[in-house]
């Protein structure tokens, strides 16, 4: 049986057995149940994440963990308050995801694209239930999670993956039971139906790498951080074959152009910074753009 995910039904929505995604259409988090335990994988930002606390209590759940996936601003800003909320859960990251959070460049975008987030969510009929961060998050004393790690939460089990390609201290989570993979940006930055943003953002060859290593799991449910889950193996496929086959042309296409970066980045940044894209800062994806381009040319 197929489960479908429609971005007008309303959140939380439940995709398998012990398996629901919360949040929003712009942010999903998904909410993994074991019989003993329960995990939150993505902890979400400012303007969500008293939406998600909301659909926690309805759901009567305190998650045993919550699980950063990586240290970008829309995957940590919502951890505060997640963290208020439920003290005895436990943060799991991975390892480097501390050091990049704490440096103080790092720091200030992640502040001004929390602000940037909560104004976004408020233009599209969305009310935050908190003013946005002014410090990031701290994830001192989180549990680390390696490649190769296991998680019992009872009936279901956390696999653990470090990845690469996007962020440092990228971490993915396979759910072999239900044969979901909580993939989270490692796929992209998806136009659902329109198109894909490929954030190649630390190294080119790693993040297709990360592609092929994650379809080969042949996961029938693929957790994405933003606009929905992918669901059904068919569908799953064909989403990691669109992200492939964007990174190459768009690879492609800036090895061959022999501009300078300079030139070449606004033209790049033009093509992908529309509809949900804008949730973020103009300077954010600016900066993605030369760092993409930079990747290409590596
Ligand atoms: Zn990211």
């Not at 303007?47 to 209590?57: K, S």
């Not at 045993?64 to 995957?75: I, Q, R, Y």
């Not at 990031?136 to 790690?149: M, T, W």
């Not at 994405?224 to 042309?249: C, N, T």
Request: glycine residues 8%; hydrophobic residues 40%.
């Amino acid at each position: 049986m197929e489960t479908r995910y429609d971005r007008k039904t309303p959140f939380p929505q439940r995709l398998a057995e012990g398996l629901a995604v919360l949040g929003n259409y712009y942010f999903n988090l998904y909410l993994v149940q074991g019989e003993q335990a329960s995990a939150l994988i993505e902890v979400g930002v400012s303007g969500v994440v008293d939406l998600v606390i909301g659909q926690l209590d309805a759901l009567g759940v305190k998650p045993t963990f919550l699980v950063v996936t990586h240290p970008h601003s829309d995957h940590t800003t919502g951890l505060a308050a997640l963290r208020e909320r439920f003290p005895g859960a436990l943060v799991v990251t991975a390892e480097a995801a501390e050091e990049f959070i704490k440096h103080p460049k790092a720091a200030t975008a992640l502040v001004e694209e929390d602000a940037h987030m909560t104004a976004f969510l408020e233009t599209h009929g969305m009310i935050p239930g908190r003013t946005s961060v002014t410090e990031p998050p701290s994830l001192a004393n989180s549990l680390i999670a390696r490649e190769g790690d296991k998680m019992d939460l009872g009936g279901l089990t956390l696999h653990f993956l470090e990845v690469s390609g996007h962020s440092p201290g990228q971490l993915v989570v396979h759910v072999p039971e239900i044969d979901c993979l909580i993939a989270s940006d490692s796929v992209g930055f998806r136009f659902p139906g329109r198109d894909v943003f490929p954030i190649f953002l630390t190294n080119y060859a790693d993040y297709v790498a990360t592609l092929d290593r994650l379809e080969g799991l042949k996961p029938s449910i693929l957790g994405i951080a933003h606009q929905g889950p992918v669901l059904g193996e068919d569908a799953v496929r064909q989403a990691f074959q669109e992200a492939r086959q964007r990174s190459v042309e768009l690879r492609s296409r800036i090895v061959n152009d022999p501009r300078p970066a300079e030139e070449l980045a606004p033209e790049v940044f033009a093509e992908f910074y529309k509809d949900e894209l804008t949730m973020y800062t103009e300077e954010n994806i600016m900066t993605c753009t030369r760092l993409i381009i930079r990747r290409a040319r590596e």
